[in-house]
């Protein structure tokens, strides 16, 4: 510092900080030797807090205001230096400007993928990123556990420990919230606001806290991605037959139009096997020439034993169930065309099942 700056920083009586940027967290007060006098205007703006350290213990706090500083309002910092009837002179401390508002452009994401366990695709890896809100709360804190006698504590020398707790919690949130990977993007927003709470629960002790967290995406593997994509083509698609079908049909009129030798031989190849596929669709199930027709379909039967549903059955395993007395005349049955559950006894079709069934002993003398 030169000698001009010296003796201004003797006349100098107003203290207060103008933020220039949008990272600072925390501000020491220049002044030469941290020589401050008494009467000495001390100007604190909104989302502003100013501290007073004396010797490395921080002394008083600031709220936003117009303060002019007299042992009056110093009642720490007097104590420790002993003022018992008031002092003049100039004094030394250091004054730290601490921004309390809330810092909204921080990033975080995951280096590498966090691995879970999903109902549907078993174990899975995921990345995701996002961004969250920082601020103090109380300054004091801030200052002891991280600041030190930093002069200018800015947002990146905090940003990297909060994205390792945000790492470090984000398995848990995902695997606790209970979510399929498929529906994670209708739920990133509960998400996040559990993670706010977590993380802020965790910074408490250093005088911040997570206001808002926000998941822009979460994602999976390319090799997951891809899958995802091939089964949702195929839902697209739907019957594959119909859809061969209908490319085929495609294929026959563009060749059709093509008026070279190629254009008419690759036409009549695809009308050729369009017209077999035809022809085995309607000769499907016809009977073999000079044999019987196929067998008629039976109905299954389905049956309540236990309390729980047992089945399917053909006419005849139904038989044996009701000859083994698993199934009785108060069981419930079912089958395609009934419209309701019904007690096997009240089944016109299983009357002659049941009358092949002796009934029960009489009591032995």
């Known amino acids: 510092m030169g000698l001009w700056d010296r003796i201004q920083g003797e006349f100098v009586d107003i203290i207060e900080w103008l933020d220039d940027s949008r990272d600072t967290i925390v501000w020491r007060f220049p002044r030469f030797q941290n020589e401050i006098k008494m009467g000495a205007q001390l100007i604190v703006r909104e989302s502003q807090t100013a501290v007073f350290v004396n010797e490395g213990q921080v002394a008083d706090v600031f709220k936003p205001g117009t303060h002019t500083l007299t042992t009056q309002n110093l009642p720490i910092l007097s104590t420790l230096k002993g003022w018992k ?17 809330q810092f909204t452009d921080l990033k975080w994401g995951t280096q590498n ?70 529906d994670l993007a209708a739920r990133q927003l509960e998400i996040g606001q559990r993670l706010a709470g977590v993380l802020t629960s ?106 729980a549903q047992q089945g399917p059955y053909d006419l005849a395993g139904l038989g044996a169930q009701i000859r083994g007395g698993t199934v009785t005349r108060e069981t419930l049955v079912w089958h395609n065309g009934m419209a309701q559950w019904t007690p096997a006894g009240q089944v ?5 099942l049941f009358a092949a069934v002796p009934p029960p002993l009489p009591p032995q003398a």
């Not at 037959?241 to 060749?255: P, S």
């Not at 139009?257 to 009308?271: H, I, R, T």
């Not at 016109?348 to 002659?352: H, Q, S």
């Open 202 to 307: 965790e910074l408490t002790g250093y005088g911040i806290q997570i206001p808002k967290f926000v998941i822009e995406n979460i994602s999976v593997p390319p090799e997951v991605e891809e899958a995802i994509d091939k089964r949702t083509s195929m839902g697209v698609v739907g019957n594959l037959d119909n859809y061969t079908r209908f490319q085929t049909a495609n294929a026959i009129e563009d060749a059709a139009n093509n008026s070279g030798g190629a254009g008419e031989a690759f036409g009549f190849g695809l009308g050729m096997a369009a017209g077999q596929r035809m022809t085995n669709a309607a000769t499907q199930g016809a009977p073999p020439s000079g044999g019987p027709p196929p067998l008629p379909q039976q109905d299954q039967w389905f049956a309540g034993i236990g309390g």
């Open 85 to 101: 009837y008031g002092f003049e002179s100039p004094w030394k401390a250091e004054v730290y400007f601490v921004n309390t508002r």
């Open 113 to 182: 993928p966090v691995m879970l366990r999903d109902a549907e695709f078993g174990m899975v890896r995921l990345r995701a990123f996002g961004a969250y809100a920082l601020q103090v709360t109380e300054p004091d804190k801030l200052l002891r556990e991280l600041v030190g006698t930093d002069p200018q504590f800015r947002t990146e020398e905090v940003s990297e420990f909060v994205r390792q707790l945000i790492v470090g919690h984000l398995g848990s949130a995902l695997a606790t919230a209970q979510v399929p990977v498929l």
């Open 348 to 352: 016109p079709e299983l009357g002659a």
